[in-house]
């Protein structure tokens, strides 16, 4: 339930690049990749650092997570810059194709090593790309009803993040939390991992209900804000909960409606939990967010972007619009058209 965070690596000098792929190595292993599977993961974060020293003015970053929850396991690398963005990007995908004094794999074998790949760039803005290497090959098929993806990243120079978030999936519904503890490190980790583990035994209890027992659950911590999303795809509504500042927002055909949350601390105090309910359609957007993100973003900023992977949504508003001086977490979800997937 609970998700692995991304760590961080800058990508400005050529020593960084073998530094961010000595890591990926090392992750791989622990995970158990078979060492043709590190290998497609290290070439991977070698031609993504590569183009980010190579392309870019002051280069990028790369962020690295396991992920866990399903089996077998994976890695996700995102590299993230705001360079001057990518003018073709259909010839850079091509397999071989560079521009510059790179190894020559390029973005296309990238793409190919991937079982999941997608790309956002802008001319004169930056460029997203996004790279899951699933160990023993291709995941499994199977029909997924949402999407989601995120990027969570601990206060800057710590190992342990006070953000988390987990998701459950009943059939047609989805339902998302995000959880910040209050402050950061060690302690709000703490208070982060009772609303999770909260979450995992009641879950699928009644939202308001669901709040009552998360502040039962957080009384012995300091406290945190959090926020309960739910999907009803059949239903063409979302239900939403929160108590402090995690923002959620429904992204509509370019609207964009903000969620309440109401004050208070889950675990010190907080009112009556009261569930909102907003509307969906197939084309909606449910973004979630802790205060490590402003709330200055505008999805219709980005032409084209709503129809990216949500980890490449979530990836772009942290480049652009993470505060720098805490924990922050994205998280996106959309209907699962097996697009980018």
Known sequence: MKTAHHRVFAAVHTADVGYVRRAVVELGRRL????????????VATELGTNLVKHTTGGGDILVRPLIGEMPGGLELISVDQGPGIKNPGQALQNGYTTGTSPGIGLGAVRRLSQVFDIYTQVGKGTVVLSQVWSGGPRPGRARAFQIGAVMVPYPGLDVCGDGWGMTCVDSAVQVLIVDGVGHGPPAAEACLAALQAYIT???????????????????????????????????????????DISGRVVSSGASLSCVSKTGIVGAKIPSPHVYTYEWDPTSLLIMHSDGLTSRWDVSAYPGLDARHPTVIAAVLYRDHKRGNDDVTVVAIREGSGVHA
């Open 32 to 43: 158990g990749f078979s060492e043709d599977d590190v290998g497609k993961a290290a070439i």
């Open 202 to 244: 009641h879950a699928h209890s009644p939202l308001p209900e669901l709040m009552q027992l998360e502040h039962e659950a957080l009384r012995d911590t300091r406290g945190a804000v959090l926020a309960v999303g739910r999907i009803e795809r059949e239903l063409r509504k979302v239900h939403y909960v929160g108590f402090g």
